[in-house]
């Protein structure tokens, strides 16, 4: 005969199995994921690999002299000469280095400055003028459009 306790325990048992194989189940899903990216990512290292390879032999001295002598008579190129390359003191001056306007924002504001304060009442006699009317399209009288198109037989 088999007790309760008994049954307890093989129903404990049943649950523990089915815990322990789902648990197994997702590892493994989980280890064929792993093994997937894996292989993804093996095949992105070669891929650069390649390009790398690809790129130094496109970049060849030897082989870009050969298209330099090529392709000479459309593209017209001729070495720099080091009197085309400048010095850092040479170049431009920083934007913080540049020399600060007369008018500032504050005066534009304040209206000191003679055609601003021209150019904003321009503005605001243009805004005191009424607005055109926009013709607006006569309502129909009738309720119920009735457009004949021939594709419906009644």
Do not use: C
């Amino acid at each position: 005969m088999l007790r309760s306790f008994d049954l307890v325990l093989i129903g404990i048992m049943t649950a523990t199995a089915v815990v322990t194989y789902s648990i197994k189940h997702r590892a493994d899903q989980k280890l064929a994921e792993v093994r997937h990216l894996e292989s993804e990512i093996k095949l992105e290292k070669d891929t650069i690999d390649l390009l790398k390879a690809d790129w130094a032999l496109l970049t060849q001295p030897n082989r870009l002299n050969r298209l330099i002598g090529v392709y000479d008579s459309e593209l017209s190129l001729a070495p720099t000469d080091t009197t085309q390359l400048a010095m850092p003191k040479e170049l431009p001056m920083l934007k913080s280095a540049l020399p600060q306007p007369s008018t500032t924002i504050e005066d534009i504001i304040a209206g000191k400055n003679t055609e601003v304060a021209a150019a904003l009442k321009g503005v605001e006699a243009a805004k005191a003028k009424p607005a055109p009317k926009i013709p607006v399209p006569a309502l129909r009288h009738s309720p119920v459009d009735i457009n004949s198109t021939g594709s419906v037989k009644r």
